[in-house]
């Protein structure tokens, strides 16, 4: 039996067929508790794809391009899971700014 002074994050039930529950910072890192949708997955890596195309511009930019697509995927944070087709849409979209982004020069991003 565990201790709970030790484990203070660890939830046990006493029923057998209930999983117990560990708090996320129990996890191994990188491990995640989480399971994603393919499309959030591609959502995850496209957002993220995005912060380290804008870490690659000059200093002064890099904080508007960051900026700039925290906001643009907030700004689509409310779009509901079962709109397939619309996520599949902002998907194709940003993909297409990413490849703006990625340009040595690129000021296209700034635009809608």
């Known amino acids: 039996m565990?201790?709970?002074?030790?484990?203070?994050?660890i939830?046990?039930?006493?029923?057998?067929?209930?999983?117990?529950?560990?708090n996320p910072i129990?996890?191994?890192?990188g491990m995640s508790a989480v399971r994603h949708s393919g499309l959030q997955k591609?959502?995850?890596s496209l957002y993220r794809k995005c912060l380290r195309a804008a870490r690659t511009k000059a200093p002064e930019q890099r904080v508007l391009f960051v900026n700039l697509i925290r906001d643009r995927f907030r700004?689509?944070?409310?779009?509901?899971?079962a709109d397939v087709i619309r996520i599949e849409y902002l998907l194709r979209k940003g993909n297409?700014?990413?490849d703006n982004l990625q340009a040595p020069e690129s000021k296209a991003l700034l635009h809608h």
């Open 11 to 22: 939830t046990i039930r006493d029923r057998s067929s209930v999983p117990r529950t560990l």
């Open 2 to 9: 565990l201790n709970r002074r030790h484990h203070p994050k």
């Open 26 to 29: 129990s996890l191994p890192l």
């Open 42 to 44: 591609q959502v995850l």
């Open 96 to 98: 297409k700014q990413l």
């Open 75 to 81: 700004e689509h944070v409310k779009v509901p899971r």
